[in-house]
């Protein structure tokens, strides 16, 4: 049955509003995702100076650090998944838990022991619903982390790292979160944070600088250098990673409502056609209905 054009007008009124509001959204999150970039950049040189300490010390000592021992046997494995607290974000969000289910898929079929971390509402509600126990959960800052908040989650994720197994500790710690690439590419990647490993540059030396190693000296002690620098590079791992993810989330909200915004534009633009074909319809009928009653008046 054809709509009537009371209703084809009503119809084109939802979809108008609806439009103005995935509009407004689309111009908030294209705001929000440049400073959310702006960020991540800024996070660069800082996270660059602290790899290359962490990798000095660690390459040009002799400690045996525990964040960098490698298990005999991985028996137990953590993973952190960063997601979004809130939807309408495309496939930002299933991207993550796809991956994330991979992951698991992996361990279980290694026969490893999974704890499971989220940061977001949306992937904690993804395991909650599906019965899986979460080891921890943290939400509503995905927008816009704060170093706290990643400090938060790591010191927690560390000492569950150093804990012994018997006493729910774990061999490793994965991180599965998006890499923000462009406005219009977003990629999920997956990180192993712990033990961790750090592997030396390959830059060609000259000759000189192959027979003269430099030498290093450390005041404290490596190992305590070590204790200071390792967690913090693990803090701040996990901070530029809640920054890309918040920046990836934003590109991916602002791709979806500018899509549903031209999807609206069409509908309203068909609408308004079938309204139009729907008035004429009316009238033509109207002037039928005139005409046929004055010849019947006649006659």
């Not at 609408?271 to 010849?295: F, H, K, P, S, Y």
């Amino acid at each position: 049955m054809p709509a009537t054009l009371r209703e084809l007008r009503e119809r084109r009124k939802s979809v108008s509003a609806t439009m103005k509001i995935t509009k407004a959204m689309e111009l908030i999150a294209a705001s929000r995702v440049m400073r959310a970039q702006a960020r991540a950049r800024q996070a660069v040189p800082y996270n660059e100076q602290l790899v290359r300490a962490v990798s000095d010390v660690a390459t040009y000592s002799s400690e045996d650090h525990p964040l960098t021992m490698e298990p005999a046997e991985s028996r137990r494995v953590a993973m952190l998944v960063v997601s979004a607290d809130r939807g309408l974000a495309g496939a930002y969000n299933a991207n993550v838990i796809r991956v994330a289910e991979g992951l698991l898929k992996r361990f279980d079929e290694e026969g490893k022991e999974v704890e499971v971390y989220t940061c977001g509402r949306k992937v904690r509600d993804y395991f909650t619903f599906r019965g899986r126990e979460l080891a921890g959960s943290w939400f509503g800052f995905s927008e816009k982390p704060s170093y706290a908040d990643a400090r938060t989650i790591g010191k927690l994720l560390i000492d569950q790292f150093l804990e012994d197994d018997d006493k729910g500790g774990v061999d490793e710690l994965h991180l599965v979160f998006t890499r923000f690439k462009s406005m219009v590419s977003q990629q999920v990647q997956i990180v192993r944070l712990l033990p961790l490993e750090v592997v030396e540059g390959e830059e060609e030396l000259s000759p000189t600088e192959q027979l003269i190693p430099d030498e290093y000296h450390y005041e404290p002690k490596a190992e305590e250098v070590l204790d200071a620098l390792l967690p913090l590079y693990i803090i701040n791992r996990i901070h530029f990673a809640l920054m890309e993810s918040a920046a990836s989330e934003l590109a991916a909200r602002q791709q979806a409502m500018h899509s549903a915004t031209d999807n609206a534009k069409q509908l309203i633009d068909g609408l308004t056609r079938d309204a139009n074909q729907a008035r004429q319809a009316e009238i033509t009928q109207e002037i039928n209905e005139i005409v046929g009653g004055a010849g019947a008046l006649a006659a």
